[in-house]
């Protein structure tokens, strides 16, 4: 989603795996 390609331009790579933690601990993946 944007939010990967938004958060990843900005943060970094990292970004990326917070947010993958982030859906998946929510259950929103």
Known sequence: GWTLNSAGYLLGPHAIDNHRS???????A
């Open 22 to 28: 982030f859906h998946d601990k929510h259950g929103l």
